[in-house]
């Protein structure tokens, strides 16, 4: 192996080219290519359907692909490096609890399961269940929790290993906004503190787009866009807008802002006025142009398109080529 | 290389699962207890308190060969009937008491798991493939054994009480039921777990895999019915060499299970 292989082995957790994966002549995966670096917080989003769980599987070898370039995880190649990750890696997907054990013992038995004696196991599952706030019912069935509580030590399972690479699956489903909250504060600081990479999939584009540092849209088998939330959303999302609000009592027009430079069009709503402008490089002037106007003004920005703008324009538009391609 | 402690946790977890579902242990212990302990009370009371209703039997005794029933002095004909209820008659049900067993905690465990969407969890741990197979059947044949040895032992005590009086001595347990006990219970629980396991990766859920691995009883209660006819009577020496036969078959299937054993197969056969 070369220097520069082993450097890139260091710093990618994941690295996929080429994945392809049919579930007899349908494709559920039709190529799809993949960087995700260590440390990262990535999303991977999609339609119900997409990909994303047959993804994950064959990303911790619990499925083979049908025909991929490079999978390595870790630095190990897939799948005959699978047993050399599964320590390494803790996943919460949509499965279910032992509801007949307590939470503790749930806890313990996968602790053991990634090498913990019976003692440091006990030890390591109370330390999760603690940070969770359900220490104080560990030795209760889980059968009896909500599914909010539920979902906590579906996560806590999946980092009971204290793995590199976690994949919570939607995360914060049935979690109320403290927890979620909670949660994404807990990933964001587990992933710059201890270097651990998050391979996550939901649904919730707002916290994906709060929490992630890269995200991938996955849609007909095919990787659509990858790249920061706002890579992604302006790449995506071609339209430019500056948002113009003017002070209480203040008389802004219309006209008065299609006059400005660079802007196109105009929509106004709740006494702001939401003006498109022909590119980013014309921002600039418009807002210059903007606050020179005669009318005290509360704000003028560029209003960023956001995640979900650009989730919504992506995953409507089916590459059929990129499909065919790959059969 | 099988880590011991990793699949005894599975194996931990997995009885805790199985003594703790109602549903599961209900009509496992009722249904073996009614066989093991009201059949043979019922028969030795009714031997005891109505000698006279042996006549009715004359035909059944006659249909065992003379050597089946040692020479015991003053072994009269409800001792004869008594002796034969006890140690052929009922043998039948020790097979397929633990086979019984086997069968439904095998595929609670497996099937059952792919069912209540538990399995998949496991499947992404560092278990290898093989420590989960092993733990997986040893979670199901232990305890199958342990309960067929259990009401042997509760059956040893019946007998004693009630069937030594009209036999004239203590004759049980005799030798080939020693050896029903020690080598054909094991071998047989084994082969059938380990065919509910393989049914298992593919079935969807556990009354697939308990209707598909329950047709393998079929020839056990074949035996069992030529046995209670008198056609068959298994000695110590033919039940050694059954079991023989069923621990080469054991060690087949075990072989083609953790060989054939692929996570990939398990998930695409998830619900």
């Known amino acids: ?327 | 290389m099988i880590r011991l402690d990793r699949v005894r946790a599975l194996l931990a977890k997995d009885l805790a699962e199985t003594f703790s579902t109602a549903q599961i242990m209900g009509p496992l212990v009722v249904v073996p207890l009614m066989i093991i302990i009201g059949y043979p009370v019922g028969f030795l009371l009714a031997l005891q308190s109505a000698p006279g209703a042996v006549d009715g039997l004359k035909d059944f005794i006659g249909s065992f060969p003379v050597s089946a029933i040692p020479a015991i002095p003053g072994l009269t004909s409800a001792g004869r009937a008594a002796y034969i209820g006890v140690v052929y008659l009922f043998a039948g049900f020790f097979l397929i008491v633990p086979t019984m067993v086997s069968t439904v905690i095998a595929a609670n465990s497996f099937a059952g798991e792919k069912e209540r969407r538990t399995l998949e969890g496991l499947l992404y741990t560092p278990l290898s493939d093989a420590e989960l197979v092993i733990g997986k059947i040893a979670a199901s044949f232990l305890p199958a054994v342990m309960f067929a040895w259990v009401c042997f032992a509760i059956y040893t005590g019946i007998v004693d009480v009630l069937g030594a009086p009209i036999v004239g001595e203590l004759f049980f347990p005799t030798a080939n039921w020693w050896a029903l006990m020690v080598l054909l219970v094991p071998t047989v629980s084994l082969f059938m777990v380990a065919t509910v396991v393989l049914v298992s990766t593919k079935a969807r859920g556990f009354q697939e895999a308990n209707a598909i691995g329950g047709s393998v009883v079929l020839p056990i209660i074949g035996v069992v019915a030529a046995q209670v006819s008198g056609i068959m009577v298994l000695s110590a020496e033919v039940i050694a060499v059954v079991s023989f036969a069923f621990a080469f078959l054991d060690a087949g299937l075990l072989w083609v299970i953790v060989r054939a054993f692929r996570r990939s197969r398990v998930v695409s056969y998830l619900p």
């Open chain 1, 1 to 327: 192996m070369t220097d520069g292989v082993a450097n890139l082995d260091d710093r990618l957790a994941v690295e996929v080219r080429g994945l392809t994966r049919f579930f007899g002549a349908v494709p559920a995966l039709a190529g799809v290519d993949l960087e995700i670096p260590r440390g990262a917080v990535f999303g991977l989003l999609g339609p119900n359907g997409a990909g994303k769980t047959t993804t994950v599987r064959i990303l911790n070898g619990v499925l083979d692909a049908t025909r991929v370039d490079t999978l390595r995880v870790l630095g190990h190649d897939l799948p005959e490096g699978a047993s050399e990750i599964r320590p390494l890696v803790g996943v919460q997907t949509d499965t279910n609890l032992y509801d007949r054990l307590t939470a503790r013992d749930n806890l313990s038995l996968f602790a053991r399961f990634y090498g913990l004696d019976a003692a440091a196991a006990a030890r390591r599952a109370d330390g999760l269940l603690d940070m969770f706030g359900l220490l104080p019912r560990a030795r209760e069935r889980v059968e009896r929790f909500s599914k909010g509580m539920k979902q906590k030590m579906l996560i806590a399972r999946a980092l009971v290993g204290s793995p590199q690479l976690v994949y919570p699956g939607e995360p914060t489903a049935g979690l109320d906004p403290e927890a979620s909250h909670e949660l994404m504060s807990y990933i964001r600081t587990v992933s710059r503190a201890e270097h651990t990479t998050f391979f996550l999939t939901s649904h919730r584009l707002d916290e994906m787009e709060d929490v992630c540092t890269k995200v991938a849209v996955l849609a007909g088998g095919v990787i659509r866009a990858q790249g920061s939330p706002a890579e992604v959303a302006r790449a995506a999302v071609p339209r430019v807008r500056v948002r113009v609000t003017p002070a209480p009592g203040a008389v802004l027009t219309a006209r008065m802002l299609l006059a400005l430079p660079g802007a196109t069009g105009m929509d106004a709503a709740d006494g702001t006025f939401l003006v498109d402008v022909a590119s980013l490089s014309a921002v600039p002037g418009f807002v210059r142009a903007a606050v020179a106007l005669p009318v005290d003004l509360l704000g003028v920005a560029e209003e960023a398109p956001t995640l979900q703008e650009a989730y919504l324009a992506l995953v409507g538009t089916p590459s059929d080529d990129a499909v065919e391609a790959a059969r």
